[in-house]
């Protein structure tokens, strides 16, 4: 199984947090648009040998295209790759994009499941991220949609901002329940730098993050929201059972995946490769009829640290057997002997062939995950 990922570089305006490559202008959307297409046909051939089940439109902001714009974008999927197989279609959208107009006209658009960026249900909150959307368009927006007909629907929320009290992050998981979506996305918001954030913050205009209160949050998360019908089956990702996004499973998994449009990365099975974050450059390259992209061969080593890593954030674990399988039995004996700390301590638990992260381990897993790695 494989899936495509599309890269819509186009915003209203800068979330303070955010460090994905966009435009807040649409100037050149036309021709971005067009070599989008030709990007397809160029590799057309990427994903020969695969089912290709998902295909995902993010950015960004995918919900500022058309009806017509993508319906043309799936025209020319269709053209150049065999989606016979196709389960999941999913459009990243912001509230304030989903008017009644544009949920009615995207009914006629292939898309069968949205990730509504509502990220917070508090204006305080909101106005901290610079989020273009209100409260109420939070709420609205998930109802159109659901009152639309889609079923398929998750929700992003970020919790661990200095605005955001224990008590409001209670209301906003408890909105989700309210709202009955199938699926929550929540991350605890991280500085990166280079973002408006970053610099407010090293400039004093902003208060810096308490970890120690995000941490309070993510454990809020993972006690409340699984009492409530959602299954925590990665880190990040809650979901009612059937509901789990397909698409990121590609990701966790270690299967290929297609990206097109700027900054889009692609894994071959044996290469990590990402095109340019440069909308200009890589329009006027597409027109040439060339790629304009870089890419890393990764080692076994590295293939072997990112299984630990993403394998490790998933409720089915790392698979024991399939290290043995697909790495060496250096690296397999390494892992067995690594983990005795994390199974004594309690971070990690053996269930039959998987290893597990605990509850303790769900909240450093990076770090259980990183202590795994096999450094050079």
């Known amino acids: 199984m494989s899936g495509i990922y599309i890269h819509i570089p186009f915003c209203k305006q800068q979330c303070h947090y955010c460090d994905f490559h966009f435009s807040t202008s649409l100037k050149t959307k036309e021709d971005l648009l067009n070599a989008l297409v030709h990007e397809m046909k160029i590799q057309s051939s990427f994903l020969e040998g695969t089912k290709i089940r998902t295909i995902y439109f993010g950015g960004g902001t995918p919900s500022l295209l058309s009806k017509d714009e993508i319906k043309a974008l799936f025209e020319a999927l269709n053209q150049s790759f065999e989606l016979d197989n196709l389960e999941e279609i999913t459009m990243e959208a912001n509230p304030d994009d989903l008017t009644e107009q544009k949920v009615k006209q995207l009914k006629d658009t292939p898309i069968n499941r949205f990730s509504i960026g509502v990220q917070s249900f508090q204006a305080k909150d909101l ?6 959307h209100n409260v109420n368009q939070a709420h609205d927006s998930i109802k159109r949609v659901q009152d639309a007909g889609w079923e398929n629907i998750t929700v992003d929320l970020i919790y661990g901002t200095p605005t955001l009290s224990h008590e409001q992050w209670q209301e906003n998981m408890q909105a989700v329940i309210d709202i009955n979506v199938p699926h ?16 407010a913050i090293k400039k004093g205009k902003q208060l810096r993050l308490d970890e120690d209160k995000s941490k309070v949050q993510f454990e809020m998360l993972m006690d409340f929201i699984p009492k409530n019908g959602l299954e925590q089956y990665e880190i990040s990702n809650f979901a009612k059972k059937g509901y789990e996004a397909k698409h990121n499973g590609s990701y966790w998994t270690d299967e290929k995946y297609l990206g097109l449009g700027p900054s889009a990365h692609s894994f071959d099975g044996k290469r990590r490769i990402w095109n340019i974050s440069n909308n200009i450059r890589y329009i006027s390259s597409i027109k040439k009829g060339k790629l304009s992209n870089d890419f890393e061969l990764l080692s076994q080593e590295q293939r072997f640290n990112e299984y630990i890593l993403t394998s490790l954030r998933t409720k089915k674990g790392c698979d024991l057997d399939y290290v043995k399988s697909r790495f060496s039995s250096l690296l397999a004996d390494f892992l067995t002997f690594s983990v005795k700390k994390w199974l004594k301590n309690g971070e990690i638990e053996q269930k039959g062939r998987f290893l597990v992260l605990t509850k303790k381990g769900k909240l450093v897993a990076d770090w259980v995950a990183s202590e795994l790695f096999y450094i050079i």
């Open 127 to 132: 106005e901290y991220m610079n989020r273009a």
């Open 184 to 199: 929550l996305s929540a991350y605890g918001l991280t500085v990166e730098e280079k973002t408006p954030l970053h610099h």
